[in-house]
Nanobody, 124 residues
Framework: QVQLVESGGGLVQAGGSLRLSCAAS????????MGWFRQAAGKEREFVAS????????YYADSVKVRFTISRHNAKNTVYLQMNSLEPEDTAVYYC?????????????????WGQGTQVTVSS
């Protein structure tokens, strides 16, 4: 089992920044690719970004490319999502997820473990 705990969400004005963290425990963190997803009220969960199990290749949804940066620190068992130039459309619950794989995926169905989520609200 892998336990994931997100933090760093909150209320921010449009144009502002937030940094989300996801702390992992339970298994060898470097064996898992990590992803960030988000779910707005009344909408399906959508892919935001993913990073391979060792820091290297990253992937982003077109809607966040350039504005968001995913990173990980394997020695700290933590994955991050730096979010800049936030827009009201970014308002959602943000989830981190882990998959026992070299590479992450855009489909949430491919992930094995999920955190409880952290709310991000961007005011206009």
């Amino acid at each position: 089992q892998v336990q994931l705990v997100e933090s760093g969400g909150g209320l921010v004005q449009a144009g502002g920044s937030l940094r989300l963290s996801c702390a992992a425990s339970g298994r060898t963190f470097s064996n898992y690719a990590m992803g960030w997803f988000r779910q707005a009220a009344g909408k399906e969960r959508e892919f935001v970004a993913s990073i391979n199990n060792v820091p290297g290749s990253t992937y982003y949804a077109d809607s966040v490319k350039v504005r968001f940066t995913i990173s990980r620190h394997n020695a700290k068992n933590t994955v991050y999502l730096q979010m800049n130039s936030l827009e009201p459309e970014d308002t959602a619950v943000y989830y981190c997820a882990a998959v026992y794989s070299y590479s992450g995926y855009a489909s949430p169905r491919r992930y094995d473990y999920w955190g409880q989520g952290t709310q991000v609200t961007v005011s206009s």
